[in-house]
Structure formats: structure tokens, C-alpha cells
């Protein structure tokens, strides 16, 4: 559809998007071109059917980020704020313990890479919180979902809780 420039500035939404612009150049001391470049970055999602019991959460992330996306281990540990050294022994580490390639089947449950540059939690604890707080899953169907007993799920929240608080 082709609107006019008139049409477009007399848009509810258009009005309201540009006020949070606005909004987010201020608070963030941005540009408009730095604000759209953000707004353009696709965020890459991580399916939650790739765990499984044999890898740890960064070695299963790194290995997915790598193998099926074909990252590059700097841009994953640019991503995860970690160091492209640790992506690369995870991935590692991976491969030995856990030759076959990773299964992602059809899940509803994605977490955004984004999620994991907070170095506060570990991989397994920004799952875990991501799990309960944005779909609102029980212990024991996250479990279920990560291959983890539900008693570490708990565990794992409970402490992520606690670093939470702490702030």
C-alpha cells in the first residue's frame, strides 16, 4: 500500500512510535541513526528443543550459534558477552562429549540471545528466569523442556532470585 506522507503523519501509531523515539534518544543519549540501526538488528532466538541432558547450557548455545547459524565464535561471544576463547572451549568441549548434531525440533519456547550478555546470571539461571517469568512455566514442565531434574530448575530460580534482589 502507498500512503502519503500527509496520511502517515496523521497516524495514531505513527504519532505514538515517534514520541517513544523521541523518548529513547533522550534516555539513551542516542542518535536517530544509532536508534534505527537497533531497532533494524534482528534478534537471534534460541529454540529450547536444542538441550538436551549430555551438554551444559553455553555448550549447547555455542554449538547451535556455530553449527546451525554459522556464527563465527567472536560474534557469538560479542553477543553473549563472553570471550570468543570460552565460546570456542564450549564448543568444543561439546563435540567430545556429544558427537551428534543438535536436534532442534518445533518448540513454542525461545529465548533471545540478547538474554545472555547479563553476566550476572549463569546460562542455565537466564534460561531458567526467562522460562518462568516470561511464559510462565512450572518447575517441572521447564525441566521437562531442558532435560534437568525439576529440584535443579528450582534450585537454579531460586538462586537467580536471590542475585535478583540483590540489585
Not at 41 to 53: A, R, T, V, Y
Not at 60 to 89: A, P, V
Not at 97 to 106: A, M, P, T
Request: glycine content about 2%.
Amino acid at each position: 500500500m502507498n500512503y502519503k506522507l500527509s496520511e502517515i503523519k496523521k497516524d495514531l501509531e505513527f504519532v505514538k512510535s515517534k514520541a517513544v523515539a523521541s523518548d529513547l534518544i533522550e534516555k539513551f543519549d542516542l542518535d536517530l541513526v544509532n536508534l534505527f540501526e537497533l531497532i533494524s538488528q534482528k534478534e537471534i532466538l534460541i529454540p529450547i528443543s536444542i538441550f538436551n541432558d549430555k551438554l551444559s547450557a553455553l555448550e549447547t548455545i555455542s554449538r547451535y550459534l556455530h553449527q546451525n547459524l554459522q556464527m563465527s565464535f567472536k560474534k557469538i561471544g560479542e553477543l553473549m558477552n563472553r570471550s570468543e576463547k570460552t565460546i570456542w572451549q564450549a564448543h568444543n568441549h561439546s563435540l567430545k562429549k556429544f558427537q551428534r548434531r543438535l536436534r532442534v525440533g518445533e518448540t513454542k519456547y525461545v529465548i533471545p540471545v540478547s538474554a545472555f550478555s547479563d553476566r550476572q546470571f549463569s546460562n542455565l539461571e537466564t534460561i531458567v528466569k526467562f522460562m518462568k517469568e516470561k511464559y510462565f512455566l512450572k518447575y517441572s514442565e521447564i525441566g521437562a523442556l531442558l532435560h534437568r531434574d525439576q529440584r535443579t530448575i528450582w534450585t537454579v530460580y531460586n538462586r537467580a532470585s536471590k542475585k535478583k534482589n540483590k540489585i
